[in-house]
């Protein structure tokens, strides 16, 4: 265990590191590149490979054959870079490829201002990829967050075999902040499981009691077929509704049933609050110097901030919410969980806050939008 | 009556559970495929590498369904990205003998960025690249390869573009083994594939193919051993053939042989993962 000072970035990095990251393949993009440059330094110091590749259609796709030789793989990139990811995103959903994917937001759309920040993508990080899936997606505030929420992403994404993102912005990313970095040994580190039967009797897709297939890569001697086709539980192609369905289904539910392995949040002031805040990532910063200031004020507020933004915490924001008589969704967009926090909570009057800051929206400015409401 | 099984020397390679295979009557991709399993029994023979250790990585397309029928561990990725997959695959595990299969459409059309850099970087890869010159499964569309002047069904009024050359494109970028074959001449295939899974670096094997369904008919040959021998007529065999040699158009025919056989440093000496 080491106190240091880093950014976000940085604090990826060495989360994976300590996850056991030995593969990495990345594209130079503001603001995520300095993340391939600091493993380009030092994860080969720890056995590891790093490769900047042709462009992040490459990056990806690479890192999903890295992990199908037996690494523990991940690529980072900004909003542009992921749109040019989803198509083999959606490829590792369907052959559960656990792998990790880092999404530091910029402003767009387009190429926008990119060096500047947003939560413009929350639903392209979701739902960019084709095809009907689950994807978690886990939302750090702060540089020790981001180190933590990295080694849960591994730990998530070996576990059940699906492509998890970190989903940053441009703010956290270049925010020096002191972070204690954790030794492997200091942390809870979770491995795909292997098959236990002998290669003839093994099926690459026939899953466990948890949904998850135990997974053996390439050299083990199980002779996998890796299928981007809809395959049944040998990985064979089978074009029919009933293996269709079969596979959907089970790609859903093993994200929704294990999803108390995902979803987790933090709560400030909430209990007797008369206003819930909903916010996420760097913007839950400003809302919580905004809530310790009503708070000072005597006014009832409180924050619920969930570490994980997909699956959606409908549960733990129904309990926290319950008591409150308005709900205000503070993002740094036109206003788009809010649509999510709406649905779940219907009877509630939930308001969208949201602002377009190229920086962090401040708490005065929140405090403007919010105050005729309170 | 009592039918005895016959048993093919290559089964031992092919995931015989799963034919019969998709390929249409005529189609040059099982010639391929046999000459490569020849090749790589012969390797496997000599110790240069184990069965386990091989992995086939295919995209989409007639040729990129090879991976379903081969008995190791496979692949089938997604359109124009196996070579990226193979590079990820080969630089996390170096002991693994990586093999790429794929047609023209997805090699050297939407695929031809990760072409060019994996030959670049004389990656060590194999690339099988089958050249039917037209995108056959989607049903006769125009590729990059297809000659100047034919029919496709986007081209209805002949094809105005040039074919890309495979061959001097990733002979330019320095890959250490460039050579083109045909289906119509199979021991070429394998003797070619041989040497390139033997070597250093970016290996890289072109093979003319007939296509009948969709190709033959659509240059009025519809006929698949008329095809062939359309396209046998049409290859010359030169044993060191220039790089300017290699062009090609369905008129002056193709020169097929070794275009390059060199040793440069691959990849894997370069970075240092060669333990």
């Known amino acids: ?374 | 009556m009592v039918v005895s099984k016959q048993v093919h020397p290559l089964d031992k390679y092919v995931r015989v559970d799963r034919l019969p295979h998709l390929w249409c009557p005529g189609c040059g991709i099982g010639i391929v495929m046999s000459a490569m399993l020849r090749a790589i029994g012969r390797r496997i023979g000599e110790g240069v590498f184990k069965e386990e250790d091989i992995v086939v990585v295919g995209g989409i397309g007639c040729t990129a369904r090879m991976p379903l029928y081969l008995n190791f561990d496979t692949v089938h990725a997604i359109h124009g990205r196996a070579v990226p997959f193979a590079v990820g695959v080969k630089l996390a595990n170096p002991k693994l003998k990586v093999i790429v299969v794929g047609g023209d459409g997805d090699i050297a059309g939407i695929g031809g960025n990760h072409l060019m850099h994996a030959a670049r970087r004389n990656m060590d890869i194999t690339v099988i690249m089958v050249n039917n010159m037209v995108y056959a499964m989607t049903g006769g569309q125009l590729a990059p390869t297809t000659p100047t002047g034919l029919y496709t069904t986007t081209t209805p009024r002949g094809n105005p573009e040039k074919p890309i050359n495979v061959v001097k494109l990733v002979a330019s970028l320095g890959a250490n083994y460039v050579a083109r074959a045909s289906v119509t001449h199979p021991a070429l295939i394998e003797t070619y594939v041989y040497r390139a899974l033997g070597k250093e670096g970016f290996t890289f094997v072109e093979v003319l193919s007939t296509c009948p369904e969709v190709f033959g008919r659509h240059i009025g040959i519809k006929d698949a051993a008329q095809l062939f021998m359309e396209l046998r007529e049409k290859v010359k065999v030169k044993a060191k053939p220039s790089l300017n040699e290699s062009y090609y158009d369905w008129e002056s025919g193709f020169v097929i042989g070794e275009y390059v056989d060199k040793d440069d440093p691959g990849y894997l000496r370069m970075f240092g993962l060669l333990r």
């Open chain 1, 1 to 374: 265990m080491r106190a240091e000072y880093v950014t976000s970035n940085i604090a990826i990095a060495e989360g994976a590191m300590a996850s056991g990251l030995k593969f990495f393949a990345g594209y130079p993009i503001t603001p995520t590149s300095d993340i391939l440059e600091y493993l380009a330094e030092e994860l080969p110091k720890r056995g590891g490979v790093v490769i900047q590749l042709e462009d992040e259609i490459a990056s990806i796709n690479a890192v999903i054959g890295a992990s199908w030789a037996g690494a523990k793989a991940m690529t980072a990139t900004s909003s542009p870079g992921y749109s040019l990811m989803v198509e083999a995103l959606s490829f590792a959903i369907i052959t559960e490829t656990p792998l990790v994917v880092v999404y530091v937001m910029r402003a767009g759309p387009s190429t926008g201002v990119p060096t500047r920040s947003c939560q413009y993508d929350v639903f392209q990080v979701r739902y960019g990829s084709h095809g009907n899936y689950e994807l978690p997606v886990l939302v750090p505030w702060s540089a020790q967050e981001a180190f933590d929420l990295t080694v849960k992403a591994f730990n998530v994404s070996e576990m059940l075999r699906v492509p998890t993102v970190i989903l940053s912005d441009a703010m956290l990313a270049h925010t020096w902040e002191k972070v204690i970095i954790r030794n492997p040994g200091e942390l809870k580190i979770i491995s795909r499981r292997k098959p236990e039967v002998p290669p003839q009797e093994y099926m690459p897709f026939k899953p466990g009691e948890d949904l998850v297939p135990p997974m053996a890569c390439f050299g083990d001697g199980y002779k996998v077929m890796v299928e981007s086709l809809t395959h049944d539980e040998r990985g064979y192609y089978s074009p029919t509704t009933e293996v269709q369905e079969r596979m959907i289904r089970r790609l859903v539910e093993k994200v929704r049933r294990n999803s108390h392995l995902i979803i987790d949040y933090e709560t400030y002031f909430t209990s007797s609050a008369e206003y819930i805040f909903f916010a996420y990532g760097s913007t839950a910063r400003s809302v919580y110097a905004l809530v310790k200031e009503l708070r000072r004020e005597g006014i009832r507020a409180g924050l619920y901030r969930p570490k994980a933004l997909w699956p959606f915490d409908e549960g733990g924001l129904k309990k926290i919410a319950s008591e409150a008589k308005r709900v205000f969704v503070v993002e740094n967009n036109v206003g788009l969980m809010y649509k999510e926090v709406a649905q779940v909570l219907r009877d509630k009057e939930v308001i969208s806050v949201g602002i377009i800051d190229l920086d962090v929206p401040s708490p005065d400015r929140i405090k403007e939008v919010i105050s005729e409401w309170l």
